[in-house]
């Protein structure tokens, strides 16, 4: 198969034929007029799809179907947006118990995305990010808190990537945000007070997934005069203990999916 996205695009054709295609599953012929590729293209795709799962092929009649690794990463995906739309609910109850603005975002490769926000009772809002809006890792409250999820080399090669974008941000250096990084590891949460919007300050935690890796953030933000020292870890026991509540939805979830798995099995 060629490289690149013609690549990409004839594996994504060939399984979307498969998916509208017959429950007895497809002929390498039939893929191959159904995708428009020539006979020899579609069977060697298929045949390298078979090899990683995507695709099965059954042996009496050589007909391919979708295979049981597709069915994997949709539990996973699965997992994955059941504790997201948990989450939105939390960031809602957060706002309304802080009275500050919560948000949730989201990693995208070296940057953290807002995908949700909620804003609480107090007069003056801190809408420091808008829905949509990504920021390098590092030089956000959020950012910070899924950078304490990452291993080491994760986190050079991130604060590597970003290192022209955090440059902009002049309260800002790439060693004091390893420093933050190791304590925010260390307290289980992030803070950040006026690095980023001057009398602005943040506490986040990240949710992780059944294996420990972070899957979003919440972060709460609000002005600098309500981030004492004991606020900080007033609202940090709110961040914790619901994020406490999403996790263990979410280990119910996957173990759930994978004991069916062997429940399943032959």
Known sequence: MEGGSKTIERVGNILKALENGPEEGMSSAQIAEATGFDKATAYRALVSLSRIGLVDREIETRRFRLGIYLFALGAAAARRFSVLSHARDLIVDIARET????????????????????????????????????????????GLAMLATMSDEEVRHALQFNAVAIAKFHAIRPDTIYEQVAQSRERGYAHYAGHVIAGMGGVARAIRDPNGNGIAVISVTALLDRLSASRVRLIDGILREGIDKIEQRALLIGSGLRGG??????
């Open 99 to 142: 009275g500050d603005t919560v948000f949730l975002s989201v990693r995208n490769r070296y940057e953290s995305v807002c995908i949700d926000s909620a804003t609480g009772s107090y007069p003056i809002k801190a809408h420091t990010l808008s829905v949509g809006e990504s920021v390098p890792l590092g030089v956000s409250t959020g």
């Open 261 to 266: 798995g062997r429940s399943a099995a032959p």
